[in-house]
């Protein structure tokens, strides 16, 4: 049974860094989608970042250049390093992943069976 835990989520000034970790438990798989979604109060998930398990990454318009989706040699922690943060940033963020190699359309929730159970970012002006 996969379970996913996220961590790193807290209030940080505009401006300011955060780094968000996922640990992934019980994914024996070769080949994998995982992905960072987000979730404020009243607004659908949207996706933020993928990273499939040939190395390549996706990352939404909204937070390109400002966020960068990575992970640890063993395969075992996803990561999600945020600069640049806006008050737009603040939600709920939640890493996913699929068995499937590049699902596409890649952001989309509806493609990623397992989630973690979130954490919150706050960004203050």
């Known amino acids: 049974q996969v379970q996913m835990v996220e961590s790193g989520g807290g209030s940080v000034q505009a401006g300011g860094s955060l780094r968000l970790s996922c640990a992934v438990y019980?994914?024996?798989?070769?080949?994998?989608?995982m992905a960072w979604f987000r979730q404020a109060p009243g607004k659908e998930r949207e996706g933020v970042a993928v990273?499939?398990?040939?190395?390549?990454?996706r990352v939404a318009d909204a937070v390109r250049g400002r966020f960068t989706i990575s992970q640890d040699n063993a395969k075992n922690n996803l990561y999600l390093q945020m600069n640049s943060l806006e008050t737009e940033d603040t939600s709920m963020y939640y890493c996913?992943?699929?068995?499937?190699?590049?699902?596409?359309?890649?952001?989309?929730?509806?493609?990623?069976?397992?989630w973690g159970q979130g954490t919150q970012v706050t960004v203050s002006s």
């Open positions: 996913a992943a699929s068995s499937s190699y590049r699902v596409y359309p890649p952001l989309h929730r509806l493609r990623y069976p397992y």
């Open positions: 990273r499939f398990s040939d190395g390549r990454t």
């Open positions: 019980g994914y024996t798989g070769s080949t994998y989608s």
